[in-house]
């Protein structure tokens, strides 16, 4: 299972910090990734991160804004956002992948049930 939290509403410029917990896999064997869904658009990559923290890899999108870190001993991976824009308005989710690069979501064998973020302008 994968759970997210820390959505919310934020004024444009403010930050947010997504978590997700990880129950009944071998955390630090997968890759996690953080994807996004705005209304009537199709699910887009946002950043993973590598199991052992050796690698991360972002959108362009948001490169420089968020950043993706982890805590195997947590079972925790996390979405730091910052300067964030109103088209960053989306549901986000995270996911877990074996397989590398995990930069599409046919990569990905779980994935949590999203949270909310909403950025007004």
């Known amino acids: 299972h994968l759970i997210e939290s820390g959505g919310g509403l934020v004024q444009a410029g403010g930050s947010l910090r997504l978590s997700c917990a990880a129950s009944?896999?071998?955390?630090?064997?997968?890759?996690m990734g953080w994807f996004r869904q705005a209304p009537g658009k199709e699910r887009a990559f946002v950043a993973y991160?590598?199991?052992?923290?050796?690698?991360?890899y972002y959108a362009d999108s948001v490169k420089g804004r968020f950043t993706i870190s982890r805590d195997n001993a947590k079972n925790t991976v996390y979405l730091q956002m910052n300067s964030l824009k109103p088209e960053d308005t989306a549901v986000y989710y995270c996911a877990a992948a074996h397989r590398a690069p995990p930069l599409t979501s046919d990569y990905y064998s779980y994935w949590g049930q999203g949270t909310q973020v909403t950025v007004s302008s």
């Open positions: 009944g896999l071998t955390f630090y064997t997968y890759y």
């Open positions: 991160i590598g199991g052992g923290e050796e690698s991360t």
